[in-house]
């Protein structure tokens, strides 16, 4: 599976930006996904999930509020609508999917991951 990640940037603190995650050639509606992200030196940390029918969701603490996971009408394509951005939330972001029967939000329990795309929040 050959995941896509786009609509990263650089934005000031408090504004937004919509990542959007997709897969050509390859439908998601069968299968739990999330984002993770990683900032320089330090460990890729879970942000957001989202069910494979998009009927639950979950988010880390620092980001509830804030930031929305959800699924497209598009079937192969989800997003995370990030809002009132912090210098913190500044990483590389990287839509993940789970295929398989694991449970959980660490990353051990997801099983492939695109390349991830770069959000830059300047205070």
């Known amino acids: 599976v050959h995941l896509v990640e786009s609509g990263g940037g650089s934005v000031q603190a408090g504004g937004s930006l919509r990542l959007s995650c997709s897969a050509p050639?390859?439908?998601?509606?069968?299968?739990?996904m999330a984002w993770f992200r990683q900032a320089p030196g330090k460990d890729r940390e879970f942000v957001a999930a989202?069910?494979?029918?998009?009927?639950?969701?979950f988010y880390v603490d620092s980001v509830k509020g804030r930031f929305t996971i959800s699924r497209g009408n598009i079937k192969n394509t989800i997003y995370l609508q990030m809002n009132s951005l912090k210098s913190e939330d500044t990483a590389v972001y990287l839509c993940?999917?789970?295929?398989?029967?694991?449970?959980?939000?660490?990353?051990?329990?997801?099983?492939?991951w695109g390349q991830g795309t770069q959000v830059t929040v300047s205070s």
């Open positions: 989202i069910s494979f029918d998009g009927s639950s969701t």
């Open positions: 050639g390859y439908t998601f509606n069968d299968y739990a």
């Open positions: 993940t999917i789970r295929t398989g029967a694991k449970t959980g939000y660490d990353v051990a329990s997801y099983d492939y």
